[in-house]
């Protein structure tokens, strides 16, 4: 669990200096003259077109050894994004940061969590998963924390953003420091012919068939983040306030998500995959009748424990009912159909909040987690009732 531990550190500082930052760059959009559905079509097309590498990332983690190294590769871009960002005094600036940082998560993130399944092994996989999850939100929390006190001293204006930015450089360098602790296994493998992917899509267990189609519908209207900040700013929170907010929800993941990761190695994945899909559900409804500030703070918490819910339990159960020889492309694959859809997610969520209202973005978003929720549920039930074990080994 070693490896586990150094990665989650990666995670941990890349995480505290992009979620410095994070909170802010709606915000910083918004003074530079964005609307709503420009700063959803921003986040929308930046996470998309990084997730179409994740899966073609996860085929190339499938076929070499050297994981290590090309999830490094995929790190060095979350420095490069602080240094463009600084220098960016237009959205068109803005979005080329956003896009050089989605592009480096497209690389990464398959190769490190194929690096966490190595390092964790089976029975503890969701805890290797909710490890790894509880230091990266940790990070988030302390970036966001961090950032709370730097704004209260540089002020809530451009000037103020920008320092951030440039502070923000400083934990990127640490987080690829990291990389020297982590050892990659070397393990012999049978040299074959292998078929492109995408033709042996149709032997793919069901179970993880029915669970790509559901990881898209929800994502449809699972919109960005920034959304709820921006709610949070409608109400009447200042930048530092929904700072403080994004802190909070992120502690609340950190805190839970390893049990959360640990539970669902006990209890089976697929059960806290629906209850989280409720739950989310829950904090949607939430957000769309919000009137008051405890409100807010109130649905930040839940939303946190939505998180830690899913983090750990979605690629653990991925990984579960994955072949051995395609679990890095499988997890790729679920990554690449949940950015795909977050670009028409994101852009309904902008129309949505802009032409009709902000209550409309999110009562969308709950209406497609129940409706996830309840047909990973009810294409659970016959396998259940054939005897089947809840994490689906």
Known sequence: MLN???????????????????????????????????????????????????????????????????????????????????????????????????????????????????????????????????????GVGAGILLAFFIMRSVGEDFDGFRRIFAIAIIPSVLGLAMFAFIREKKEPREIKTRE??????????????????????????NSSNVFLLLRAQNIGFTASGVILLYFLYSITTSLLALPMGKLSDRIGRRGLLVCGYFLFALCYIGFAFVTQRWMVVAVFVLYGMYTAFISGAEKAYVVDIAPPELKGTMLGLQATIAGVALLPASIIAGVLWERIDPAATFIFGASMALFAGIILFAGALPLWKKGEKPNGK
């Open 4 to 138: 586990v531990l150094f990665l989650g550190l990666v995670s941990f500082f890349i995480d505290l200096s992009t979620h410095m930052i994070y909170p802010l760059v709606p915000l910083f959009l918004v003074s530079l003259g964005a609307t709503p559905i420009l700063i959803g079509t921003i986040e929308g097309v930046a996470e998309s077109a990084a997730s179409l590498l994740k899966v073609f990332s996860g085929h190339i983690t499938d076929r070499i050894q050297r994981k290590k190294w090309l999830a490094f590769a995929g790190y060095v871009p979350a420095l490069v994004y602080k240094i463009v960002l600084l220098v960016a005094t237009t959205w068109v600036g803005v979005f080329a940061a956003k896009m050089i940082d989605r592009i480096g998560k497209g690389i990464r993130t398959t190769p490190r969590d194929v690096l966490i399944a190595e390092s964790g092994g089976k029975k503890k996989l969701g805890g290797a998963f909710g490890l790894h999850k509880m230091l990266d939100m940790l």
């Open 196 to 221: 492109p992917f995408w033709q042996n899509i149709r032997q793919i267990d069901g179970r993880l068939k029915l669970y790509l189609v559901v990881v898209f519908l929800f994502t449809l209207g």
